[in-house]
């Protein structure tokens, strides 16, 4: 008969209940650098520390959920954790909790949730893409092969789905519902709009599915664990809309960056046959026969494996008016989740989410 006790343990198997910092993890409170928008939220002499705190917090409680004692799994899982990343979700989750009560314990928990659900698609995404890298580093599938992250990856949703179950049937829910989304936005993006769909308009519930959903949880999240019910709904649609402008406008710094300002090499997604909404927009003007368009367009679906074709193609769809259309479809979503915050009460913390949907748009491009 064997022992009871295995000599590994289940993903996040004996978590602390406490996640207060020790001196070893206290210092990656320091280490904090908030992402473009937040700039308010630092300078504040109350919310700055408070969110340096609380993302540390955050920081410690996901790699103690996923540390296990097996070597291979222990390594899988902490591999995208490791290389680090925005942190967005959590983040939002934090920042809309000080509408309330403040950061507590369950919003921790409910930070490490989206952000451990956020990590697990990542691991699926890398997977379908057959992408390379994450991060600046290898993906898992690269390292351990396409089964070995598959699983990683659903080992980490395990893990947020056990954290969601400790805050209650509510968020489980949310979750839930969520995870459903980002699923089906990675389907229908796999499959493509039908004939008789609009592919601008299913381009963008792709996106709403696969990005926005999750932002959406994580300001309801906040809302909801830190003590202001009243704003839940509110920030849910704010969540949303901040999350179609983000990827929006990620679509276009695809096209229109520099490397040295947005970190990613221009036309990665074109390379890639990535359907984003400069090209849809560019191939609906080409379609109506607009001959900049058509002669972008050719560009475009010619090989572009060399280095000189794709700069061709980028430099030709920069050129075009859809690349600022796309910009304009941008900043719109994010004018729209600065209106949805009007029932907030005025200050810092409103004022901070205002300046992030603003800074989605305004990003180096």
């Given at each position: 008969m064997t022992d009871s006790k295995s000599n590994w343990t289940a993903a996040g198997h004996e978590v602390s209940d406490s996640i207060?910092?020790?001196?070893?993890?206290?210092?990656?409170?320091?280490?904090i650098s908030l992402p473009s928008g937040f700039a308010l939220?630092?300078?504040?002499?109350?919310?700055?520390?408070?969110?340096?705190?609380?993302?540390?917090?955050?920081?410690?409680?996901?790699?103690?959920?996923i540390a296990n004692s097996d070597p291979l799994i222990d390594a899988t899982s902490r591999h995208l954790v490791?290389?680090?990343?925005?942190?967005?979700?959590?983040?939002?989750?934090?920042?809309?909790?000080?509408?309330?009560?403040?950061?507590?314990?369950?919003?921790?928990?409910?930070?490490?949730?989206?952000?451990?659900?956020?990590?697990?698609?990542?691991y699926h995404d890398d997977v379908m893409d057959s992408a390379p890298m994450r991060r600046g580093a290898p993906t898992a599938h690269e390292v351990w092969g396409n089964s070995?992250?598959?699983?990683?990856?659903?080992?980490?949703?395990?893990?947020?789905?056990?954290?969601?179950?400790?805050l209650g049937p509510e968020a489980v829910r949310w979750q839930s519902r969520t995870f459903e989304r980002l699923c089906l936005g990675q389907l229908h993006e796999?499959?493509?709009?039908?004939?008789?769909?609009?592919?601008?308009?299913?381009?963008?519930?792709?996106?709403?599915?696969?990005?926005?959903?999750?932002?959406?949880?994580?300001?309801?999240?906040?809302?909801?664990f830190g003590g202001s019910p009243q704003f839940?709904?509110?920030?849910?649609?704010?969540?949303?809309?901040?999350?179609?402008?983000?990827?929006?406008?990620?679509?276009?710094?695809?096209?229109?960056?520099?490397?040295?300002?947005?970190?990613?090499?221009?036309?990665?997604?074109?390379?890639?046959?990535?359907?984003?909404?400069?090209?849809?927009?560019?191939?609906?003007?080409?379609d109506h026969g607009d001959a900049q368009a058509q002669a972008a367009v050719k560009l475009v679906d010619a090989d572009l494996s060399t280095d000189e074709a794709l700069a061709q193609a980028v430099t030709a769809v920069a050129a075009h008016?859809?690349?600022?259309?796309?910009?304009?479809?941008?900043?719109?979503?994010a004018d729209d989740a600065i209106q949805i915050l009007a029932p907030l009460p005025e200050g810092t913390i409103k004022q901070a989410l205002i300046s992030f949907a603003d800074a989605v748009v305004t990003r180096e491009a």
């Open positions: 207060e910092l020790n001196p070893e993890t206290a210092v990656l409170a320091a280490a939220i630092a300078e504040d002499p109350e919310f700055g520390p408070a969110i340096s705190v609380g993302m540390a917090k955050v920081e410690k409680l996901l790699r103690d959920a490791e290389a680090g990343g925005k942190r967005v979700r959590p983040l939002l989750v934090l920042l809309t909790a000080l509408l309330g009560d403040g950061i507590n314990d369950d919003v921790i928990k409910a930070a490490a949730v989206v952000e451990l659900t956020h990590l697990a698609t990542l070995v992250a598959i699983l990683a990856g659903d080992l980490i949703f395990a893990r947020a789905s056990v954290f969601g179950s400790e796999s499959i493509g709009p039908r004939e008789n769909d609009d592919a601008i308009t299913h381009h963008i519930q792709v996106i709403s599915d696969k990005t926005a959903s999750l932002l959406a949880t994580s300001g309801a999240f906040g809302a909801r839940v709904e509110v920030l849910r649609e704010y969540g949303e809309k901040v999350g179609v402008a983000f990827q929006v406008a990620d679509d276009v710094i695809d096209i229109a960056s520099e490397e040295s300002d947005s970190g990613k090499t221009p036309g990665t997604d074109l390379r890639e046959g990535v359907p984003t909404l400069p090209i849809l927009l560019l191939r609906q003007a080409a008016p859809a690349t600022q259309e796309a910009w304009n479809v941008a900043r719109r979503w």
